[in-house]
């Protein structure tokens, strides 16, 4: 159930033939009996060599004097895992990927919207990317522009947003490692943090907030334990309507 609803919205049905063959697999190992005998072999090793590292994880956690978590959500789910008090302990943020703080946001127009990320279905891209093609597609649309700063992950999957972004003239960027959000927000207005999956606030969304740059997230456990409501604008999870 968990992985159907994080995972099976995020790939079109009319997207790519891989995202189609995807969703298809996916499907098929949630609801279909597997028949085929080395499905079932590797299914059984899989999950036996996550409990596996399961325990190795609870035991040695369990051999620490202090246990901290980096958020309230996760230390609840830790404490109840592995049986030991974990503490919560919010992450800082970095001074110097903050160049904006306290500065004047550079007025644009269009106004420009920035996420910084990855293209893994949990990070919510493709709902933002479902939410700029909308605004696009209306009489009445508003000009803006969409800054897509992304770290390479999988090169089919990355190839394909990318196509589609770019052909709704968002501008797009991978880099071979962690993306420089201090660059980001200096080309950017708005941050959008569109996740599918939250129990702990993104750095670049603190970072953001931190910085007093505006930013828009998903209603997430994570985010409202970092940011106050009147901090940024909330929207529901994977509803790009909304978002």
């Known amino acids: ?12 049905a009319d997207g ?16 279909g009996d597997l028949t085929d005998r080395e499905e079932v072999t590797a299914q059984r090793e899989a999950r036996e ?5 399961r325990a190795e994880k609870r035991a040695a956690l369990s051999a620490v004097d202090r246990r901290f978590a980096s958020s309230r959500l996760l230390a609840r789910q830790l404490s109840a895992t592995v049986g030991r008090a974990f503490t919560f302990r919010a992450p800082g943020v970095d001074t110097f990927l903050l160049p904006a703080a306290g500065a004047i946001p550079k007025k644009r127009a269009p106004l420009r919207f920035g996420f910084v990320g990855t293209t893994r279905p949990t990070e919510g891209l493709q709902v933002l990317v479902d ?3 909308k605004l696009r597609a209306r009489a009445d649309a508003p000009k803006l522009d969409l800054v897509l700063a992304l770290e ?5 999957r990355d190839d394909a947003l990318q196509d589609r972004a770019m052909r ?8 071979p490692a962690a993306v ?10 708005v941050l959008v943090f569109p996740s599918l999956w939250g129990e702990f606030a993104p750095a670049a969304l603190r970072i953001a907030l931190a910085s007093g740059r505006p930013a828009i997230a998903s209603n997430m456990p994570g985010v409202a334990e970092v940011a106050p409501q009147e ?3 909330r929207v529901a999870p994977g509803d790009a309507e909304e978002l």
């Open 1 to 12: 159930m968990l992985a159907h609803g994080l995972m099976g919205d995020a790939l079109p």
């Open 16 to 31: 790519p033939p891989e995202a189609s063959s995807a969703r298809a697999r996916l499907q098929s190992l949630l609801h």
């Open 180 to 189: 420089d959000v201090r660059a980001l927000l200096d080309a950017v207005d």
């Open 49 to 53: 060599a996550i409990e596996v590292r």
């Open 231 to 233: 901090a940024l604008r």
């Open 131 to 133: 939410a700029f093609a």
């Open 152 to 156: 390479r992950t999988e090169g089919t």
């Open 168 to 175: 709704m003239g968002a501008t797009v960027s991978f880099t």
